[in-house]
């Protein structure tokens, strides 16, 4: 059954979403230049598809609850998860004739890469620098056995 995101759970939802945008913003930077950035309707027709993706399989997924924050492996094991599910809901709705320009099959293969990679990039960065600012030592996700 679903459970509420905690803290931690929606601080990662945060970053989460700002890779996303970081992600596909950069694609289109990669492809326009800066000035591609300037055409909001091109940019909220390419990022905000693989927003409402990653909210959908989050959802989903159950990415920001609580046990799925818990551990290491849990959390890239959900947001791998979340992830591709992202890209699937996200490329449905970006080549749907309700966009103007759909995209080229490679597309599909270049967000799946990116945006899973990128994700889990970054949830290994935030987990290294929680563990570094909390002092604990790494763990393989396994809860120790009870007193």
Known sequence: MFEA???DGLALAVGDYL???A???WGIVDHNGIAGLTDLPEVVGTIGPFLVGIVVASLL???YEPRNVASARAQLRS???AAIGTVGVGLVIRTSPAIEGGA???FGLVMLGTITLGLLFWRTAA???SRYRSGAPET???EPTGE
């Open 79 to 81: 947001v791998a998860a």
């Open 19 to 21: 890779a996303v945008i």
């Open 23 to 25: 992600i596909v913003g």
């Open 61 to 63: 997924v159950g990415t």
């Open 140 to 142: 393989t996700g396994r």
């Open 5 to 7: 995101p905690d803290r």
């Open 127 to 129: 987990i290294a620098v």
């Open 104 to 106: 080229a099959w490679p």
